[in-house]
């Protein structure tokens, strides 16, 4: 008999990621052929990504541009003075 | 003009330079704020205390790197500064979140089997969803939380997280698989709720 469940949830993420050397891999798959509940883990450790990874990050909002263009002039002229007209 | 010549202008008092830096890379730096903090309102605070630091460090700034490279690592020690501060609880070891772990259920009957959900979108809206994730995110523990979103969501190789986080690689591992197991552990819990409540 081959490990235990446990001891291959070490490797179940370099196995999602497609970064476990071939020999540990037909391993896992091997394991994940006759145990039910980590073939669940693994399918559901990849849908956890592929859900956090769905959302389009927002572009920055004009208000916050806005403010920051004021505030960091202020800084920057506290820092190097005003412009010379 | 090119990046040098803008950051050597901007070195000299040039704000007109200083802010065509800053624009080449606000969307990446709000991106990352906005993942790593799971709210509008601090990730407002990150890119906003970003930007100043970078003011005040601009001298030191010696085009050993991208300016862009510059600024994300500023960006991430803000973060890590706003968020360090603030009370956490640590989440569960990597073998507590195993079938047959202790992670709260009951796994001690025979027989006993995940909760399995392969279509999440037949269970939950899209933007119900959206809300849990975020939420379940900005709840992980600072230090699983921004090695979980650079890993995965920022898509930065373990290498280069590890060198991020300044934490050895295999560390830097542990802390994406914890982050990852957390996360999939709580959606799997909602998501049967969700189930059950469809059945009855
Ligand atoms: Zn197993």
Not at chain 1, 1 to 13: A, I, Q
Not at chain 2, 115 to 139: T, V
Request: glycine fraction near 6%.
């Amino acid at each position: 008999m081959g490990k235990k469940c446990p001891e291959y949830v070490s490797e179940l993420n370099d196995y999602l990621d497609g970064t476990l050397d071939e020999g540990l891999c037909s391993e896992i798959e091997k394991h994940l052929g006759t145990c039910a509940n980590c073939r669940i883990m693994v399918d559901t450790m990849r849908m956890t990504v592929t859900l956090c990874r769905d959302g389009k990050p927002e572009p920055m909002p004009d208000a916050l541009s806005a403010r920051l263009n004021g505030l960091l002039k202020t800084r920057w002229e506290q820092k190097f003075g005003k412009p010379q007209p | 003009m090119n990046e040098k010549e803008l950051v050597k202008k901007a070195q000299a008092g040039d704000f007109e330079a200083f802010t065509d830096l800053i624009n080449a890379h606000k969307s990446t730096i709000y991106g990352l704020a906005r993942r790593l903090a799971g709210n509008q309102e601090d990730a407002e605070d990150i890119v906003q205390d970003t930007f100043l630091k970078a003011i005040d460090k601009i001298d030191q700034f010696r085009l050993e790197s991208s300016f862009g490279t510059w600024l994300y690592t500023i960006a991430l020690n803000q973060a890590r500064g706003m968020f360090s501060r603030r009370q956490q609880t640590d989440i569960r070891t990597i073998e507590e979140y195993l079938p047959g772990g202790q992670s709260g259920h009951d796994h001690s009957g025979d027989g006993y089997q995940l909760f399995d959900w392969q279509n999440p979108e037949s269970l939950l809206e899209n933007s119900q969803l959206r809300e849990i994730i975020d939420r379940l995110i900005s709840e992980l523990p600072y230090k699983y939380r921004e090695a979980f979103v650079l890993r995965y969501l920022e898509e930065l190789p373990v290498k280069e997280v590890a060198r991020q986080i300044n934490e050895s690689e295999a560390a830097t591992k542990s802390r994406i698989l914890r982050a990852r197991l957390a996360l999939r552990d709580q959606l799997s819990d909602i998501f049967e709720a969700e189930h059950g409540q469809k059945m009855s």
